[in-house]
């Protein structure tokens, strides 16, 4: 059949479901044919009447006329009746096809068909017409069908063409059956092994958060360690017994079965074992005595940060063999440190071929930073114990200045300790008033009380430790511990005084209290660390989750906005379909615009630093929103600084300008609309965006700064928080800020946030400022 053949063919379509008459007639007009469509049966029988087709394609069920309806009306008119008909049914019983050779049909395709058989049916009827008309001559044929006796009056033709075409749907059919079969076999498969994979990352998942809260449970054990140390110090009496319990602490902790605290000798070269763990002497033998860079606590003391080794690789080979002989097959060790001076070593094994991971070598680090500022304060605290414990038992002979006033008042006794500290000899004081070593800003009030005490034998001072100022010979005061007591002589008044230099007192006190504060302040940092730490995994675990989430809503969307798409370009639609269409589109991009959210929260991935000019990227990413700002009488005015030039990503960096940008735009309109636009217009207002940059010693500061509704105290804690919104389902999706906050961490910088509730709101950048090297903080 050549084309021009072809395009002749008219074909009758009757079906009473739009859908199906569309598909059917579009498919027949792509192949060359003229199609006319029919809803039912007396449609059909009008259209074939009024434009006389070459084939009628008709459904069987159909209102007011059916298809077997049709098809006799057809074969009953003389003008019609050699027009084939094809009969469209879902055979699902035998009686259709009974009724159809009673009409006369031509041929039946079962329902659902492929277009290609179809196709190739109509060329068929066409390359070789049946012509089948009902002929009253023809005889009865009789025969029965599950039971049923049946009389049908047709030509043997029809009825052998009726049936073939029968069997070769039921052929096709079966056909269909076992491929879907097959295809149902393979998703089984498939579904089987989605099972599996699912239930594997739920494994995964479980395993996951199992080891979170064993990390959580060993961060607890490591605070709990860092106070039992902290503890140790004030607990025990000496430096021994406070490294003793520290090395129970940390062996417990760390689950290690032996350790060594070491000391740093004079010569800043050796180190010498001061406490052990887990040895007897014969083991710690060989490793009493060590050279800055031999055995695990050598190296961490040459390196000055914590190391780690297993037997195979442990730094000494002379000591290997010692090593290997108590068992001990992985090592760590740390330096111990106070300020910024080494002071000794730590050294700890492991019988088990344990690794060490980072968190422990960071522990191990603070632990030795913790040590030396302890075995300093105790080295202080026990010398001062033993300075007290000295001049209490030399007291009698002169430990202490011993200094005695007669019944006049002046000086009688003067040891050589009170020589020594306040310069004077006893040829120079005794005999004379004391007040050469009183300042002068005490003397008034000491001449007025050794007055009431020579005449009253009381006085403020007496039977109390009072601490004061002494006053040297060279003019320098000193604080000085007073101990008064009073005797009466020859019918007078005789005071005693017993008197220290607590100089070097004061000096511990002062250095121990440092420490403490040294100690909370690393216990606060190390607690602030963990909360960043749980903070992590928890927007890793749902940055995993949002990508997942995002993969898989995405293809199901972009399907829905296809086919609303190819709806919207059929020129039939009403304008009440058009519309919801339209509706269905702009909630389809809302979420598509999710996803993308979700997939970019999910991916974060590493900025590419370059060096830009962050006043230039300001004035561009205003660019961008300045004309729909002043339309929304928004006016952004940016106040920029000379040189503000940092290393950074400007695709990222842009992001995060023009988030806040549009936050603060929707703030000003949300206050327009509360307030009233044009009453505000009225009075002059305009919304303001204040956009400035400053140098801040090493850091570049931009702050955004808005006069909108500023933010709700409830909700600021949570402004960052990934999915947290103010706006609305139709307006934000909460991952903003989120990201905002990552990409800022990731550029080595800060964002921070201010409001007062309905007036303003200030957003405030940090980024390490770029040095003359051209690195940031340098």
């Given amino acids: 059949m050549n084309g021009a053949e072809q395009t002749a063919r008219k074909i009758l379509v009757v079906?009473?479901?739009?859908?199906?008459?569309?598909?059917?007639?579009?498919?027949?007009?792509?192949?060359?044919?003229?199609?006319?469509?029919?809803?039912?049966?007396?449609?059909?029988?009008?259209?074939?009447?009024?434009?006389?087709?070459?084939?009628?394609?008709?459904?069987?069920?159909?209102?007011?006329?059916?298809?077997?309806?049709?098809?006799?009306?057809?074969?009953?008119?003389?003008?019609?009746?050699?027009?084939?008909?094809?009969?469209?049914?879902q055979l699902e019983n035998p009686e259709e096809i009974i009724r159809g050779l009673e009409a006369g049909a031509d041929n039946y395709i079962s329902k659902p068909y492929e277009e290609e058989f179809l196709l190739s049916k109509i060329k068929s009827i066409f390359l070789y017409p049946t012509g089948f008309v009902n002929n009253p001559k023809d005889k009865c044929v009789e025969f029965t069908v599950e039971g049923k006796r049946y009389s049908v009056k047709s030509s043997r033709a029809q009825t052998v063409a009726l049936l073939l075409s029968t069997y070769e749907n039921v052929v096709r059919r079966n056909r269909e059956l076992y491929k879907a079969q097959g295809e149902l076999e393979q998703l089984n498969e498939q579904l089987e092994h989605k099972v599996n994979i699912?239930?594997?990352?739920?494994?995964?998942?479980?395993?996951?958060?199992?080891?979170?809260?064993?990390?959580?449970?060993?961060?607890?054990?490591?605070?709990?360690?860092?106070?039992?140390?902290?503890?140790?110090?004030?607990?025990?009496?000496?430096?021994?017994?406070?490294?003793?319990?520290?090395?129970?602490?940390?062996?417990?902790?760390?689950?290690?079965?032996?350790?060594?605290?070491?000391?740093?000798?004079?010569?800043?070269?050796?180190?010498?074992?001061v406490a052990s763990i887990g040895l007897s002497e014969k083991e710690l033998a060989p490793f009493a005595r060590l050279k800055l860079g031999e055995g695990a606590a050598g190296a961490a003391a040459r390196a000055m940060k914590p190391v780690v080794f297993k037997l195979a690789d442990y730094p000494t080979k002379h000591l290997a063999p010692a090593v290997s002989a108590i068992g001990v097959k992985s090592m760590v060790g740390a330096p111990i440190i106070s300020g910024n001076e080494l002071v000794g070593a730590l050294s700890f094994g492991s019988k088990t071929d344990r690794a060490f991971f980072q968190e422990d070598l960071n522990l191990f680090a603070a632990i030795g930073r913790q040590i030396g500022d302890m075995m300093n304060a105790a080295r202080l605290y026990q010398q001062l114990r033993e300075s007290e414990e000295k001049l209490k038992t030399i007291a009698s002979v002169a430990a202490a200045a011993i200094i005695q006033l007669d019944e006049k008042g002046v000086v009688s006794y003067w040891n050589p300790a009170a020589e020594n500290i306040f310069g004077y000899a006893k040829e120079e004081v005794v005999g004379?008033?004391?007040?050469?070593?009183?300042?002068?800003?005490?003397?008034?009030?000491?001449?007025?009380?050794?007055?009431?005490f020579l005449s009253t034998g009381?006085?403020?001072?007496?039977?109390?430790?009072?601490?004061?100022?002494?006053?040297?010979?060279?003019?320098?005061?000193?604080?000085?511990?007073?101990?008064?007591?009073?005797?009466?002589?020859?019918?007078?008044?005789?005071?005693?005084?017993?008197?220290?230099?607590?100089?070097?007192?004061?000096?511990?006190?002062?250095?121990?209290?440092?420490?403490?504060?040294?100690?909370?302040?690393?216990?606060?940092?190390?607690?602030?660390?963990?909360?960043?730490?749980?903070?992590?995994?928890?927007?890793?675990?749902?940055?995993?989750?949002?990508?997942?989430?995002?993969?898989?809503?995405?293809?199901?969307?972009?399907?829905?906005?296809?086919?609303?798409?190819?709806?919207?370009?059929?020129?039939?639609?009403?304008?009440?379909i058009k519309e919801q269409c339209n509706v269905v589109l702009e909630q389809v991009g809302r979420a598509v615009k999710i996803t993308d959210n979700l997939r970019d929260f999910a991916r974060a991935r590493k900025p590419e630093m370059k060096e830009l000019d962050l006043n230039e990227l300001i004035v561009k990413t205003i660019s961008l929103v300045e004309?729909?700002?002043?339309?929304?009488?928004?006016?952004?005015?940016?106040?920029?600084?000379?040189?503000?030039?940092?290393?950074?990503?400007?695709?990222?960096?842009?992001?995060?300008?023009?988030?806040?940008?549009?936050?603060?735009?929707?703030?000003?309109?949300?206050?327009?609309?509360?307030?009233?636009?044009?009453?505000?217009?009225?009075?002059?207002?305009?919304?303001?965006?204040?956009?400035?940059?400053?140098?801040?010693?090493?850091?570049?500061?931009?702050?955004?700064?808005?006069?909108?509704?500023?933010?709700?105290?409830?909700?600021?804690?949570?402004?960052?928080?990934?999915?947290?919104?103010?706006?609305?389902?139709?307006?934000?999706?909460g991952l903003g800020l989120s990201i905002a906050v990552g990409i800022m961490e990731n550029h080595g910088g800060t964002i921070a946030v201010e409001s007062r509730e309905g007036e303003w709101a200030k957003f405030t950048l940090r980024f390490p400022a770029l040095g003359k090297s051209g690195k940031p903080g340098d």
């Fill in 15 to 89: 079906e009473d479901s739009e859908t199906q008459l569309e598909l059917l007639s579009r498919l027949l007009a792509k192949n060359g044919y003229r199609v006319f469509k029919a809803k039912n049966g007396a449609e059909g029988l009008a259209s074939a009447s009024a434009n006389r087709p070459d084939l009628v394609i008709s459904d069987v069920l159909m209102p007011e006329m059916d298809g077997l309806q049709l098809c006799r009306r057809l074969k009953d008119d003389e003008a019609l009746k050699r027009v084939p008909v094809i009969l469209l049914t």
């Fill in 198 to 273: 699912r239930t594997a990352a739920l494994a995964a998942e479980m395993a996951e958060r199992k080891q979170l809260s064993a990390d959580l449970l060993r961060s607890n054990r490591e605070l709990s360690a860092l106070y039992s140390i902290y503890k140790s110090a004030e607990e025990k009496p000496s430096v021994k017994e406070m490294l003793d319990a520290v090395l129970r602490t940390v062996c417990g902790i760390q689950e290690v079965s032996a350790g060594a605290v070491y000391s740093l000798g004079p010569d800043k070269e050796t180190l010498s074992a």
């Fill in 627 to 733: 004309y729909e700002m002043k339309l929304d009488n928004i006016n952004v005015e940016p106040d920029l600084c000379p040189a503000a030039v940092v290393q950074g990503d400007r695709d990222q960096l842009a992001q995060v300008f023009l988030n806040i940008i549009n936050n603060a735009a929707d703030s000003l309109s949300e206050k327009q609309n509360k307030e009233g636009r044009e009453r505000l217009r009225e009075r002059g207002w305009k919304g303001e965006i204040a956009v400035k940059t400053r140098a801040e010693g090493p850091w570049l500061v931009v702050e955004f700064r808005d006069t909108g509704m500023g933010i709700p105290g409830e909700v600021m804690e949570n402004i960052f928080d990934p999915f947290f919104t103010t706006k609305g389902e139709r307006k934000g999706t």
């Fill in 458 to 576: 009381e006085g403020a001072v007496l039977g109390k430790h009072v601490k004061l100022s002494g006053l040297r010979k060279d003019g320098t005061e000193i604080p000085v511990d007073l101990a008064v007591s009073s005797f009466k002589h020859d019918g007078g008044w005789n005071a005693v005084g017993l008197v220290y230099d607590i100089s070097e007192q004061e000096r511990h006190e002062t250095s121990l209290k440092e420490s403490k504060e040294k100690i909370e302040h690393a216990m606060a940092e190390l607690k602030k660390a963990q909360e960043g730490l749980i903070r992590n995994e928890k927007l890793a675990a749902l940055g995993h989750l949002s990508a997942g989430v995002a993969h898989e809503i995405k293809n199901p969307l972009n399907i829905i906005s296809t086919s609303v798409q190819l709806l919207l370009m059929e020129e039939t639609l009403s304008p009440g």
């Fill in 432 to 452: 004379r008033g004391i007040e050469v070593i009183i300042p002068e800003k005490y003397r008034e009030s000491h001449r007025t009380g050794l007055e009431k």
